[in-house]
């Protein structure tokens, strides 16, 4: 990705921007969405910005993409019941408008309206 700007994602990171934390560890951060889509929804985000999309973090480094996974199960076993949806928009067309790869942990009842209904 651009090196020029820090994403708020970083600045998240580097506690710059405040963020409900749910998980953090050496790997990654993750916090709840400021503009939820489900009932629970957290952002999952590695703090590397290497990579700004999934696309790039499958073939940079899949096993960080594994992990990413594995942490996905981990959290939402800790939020919810363990069953969860996990979203990566991929493009401004598709809705990414944060350009450091990070999945959306998206779990409990969804509504109509709600992401893949
Ligand atoms: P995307 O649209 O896939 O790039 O996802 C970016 C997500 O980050 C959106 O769902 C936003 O609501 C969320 N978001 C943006 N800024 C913040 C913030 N400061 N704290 C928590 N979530 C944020």
Do not use: C, W
């Amino acid at each position: 990705m651009s090196q020029s700007e820090p994403s708020i994602f970083t600045r998240i990171i580097d506690r710059e921007i405040p963020a409900d934390i749910v998980f953090e560890d050496d790997l990654f951060i993750a916090f709840t969405d400021i503009a939820p889509k489900a009932p629970i929804h957290i952002v999952l985000v590695p703090k590397t910005s290497e990579y700004a999309d999934v696309v790039q973090l499958a073939s940079g480094d899949p096993e960080l993409l594994a992990q990413m996974i594995a942490r996905a199960s981990t959290i939402a076993h800790q939020v919810s019941d363990g069953q969860f949806r996990l979203v990566f928009n991929t493009g401004a067309g598709a809705g990414q408008t944060i350009f450091h790869v990070h999945g959306h942990i998206m779990s409990g009842e969804m509504t109509e309206g709600s992401l893949g209904r």
